[in-house]
Nanobody
Framework: QVQLVESGGGLVQAGGSLRLSCAAA????????MGWYRQAPGKQRELVAA???????NYADSVKGRFAISRDNAKNTVYLQMNSLKPEDTAVYYC?????????????????WGQGTQVTVSS
């Protein structure tokens, strides 16, 4: 059983900053890619940023230069620092992790999602 627990969402004015955190807990053997996605009302879920186990990062064009993703492998946690926020960044943000769990002597690799955290940017 694995849980991704997100925190850090909220309401902020345009130009402000927020930091999202996502901690993975459970019988985790290893974590591969971790990332953040977002879904605005009436829109499809989209990738915001991702980071590999080697800390190679990837960003959506719309957030490049404003957002920064990082991870702490010792804490099984991924962060998203969001600066210069815009009203169009308003969405529910979801943490995603591609990880391997271990049950007795068997490993299982699959994708997990967090419950989502609301980010609202007012103009």
């Amino acid at each position: 059983q694995v849980q991704l627990v997100e925190s850090g969402g909220g309401l902020v004015q345009a130009g402000g900053s927020l930091r999202l955190s996502c901690a993975a807990a459970g019988s985790i053997f290893s974590i591969n890619n971790m990332g953040w996605y977002r879904q605005a009302p009436g829109k499809q879920r989209e990738l915001v940023a991702a980071v590999t186990s080697l800390r190679i990062t990837n960003y959506a064009d719309s957030v490049k230069g404003r957002f920064a993703i990082s991870r702490d492998n010792a804490k099984n946690t991924v962060y998203l620092q969001m600066n210069s926020l815009k009203p169009e960044d308003t969405a529910v943000y979801y943490c995603n992790a591609d990880l391997t769990t271990v049950v007795f002597t068997t490993t299982h690799r699959r994708n997990y999602w967090g419950q989502g955290t609301q980010v609202t940017v007012s103009s």
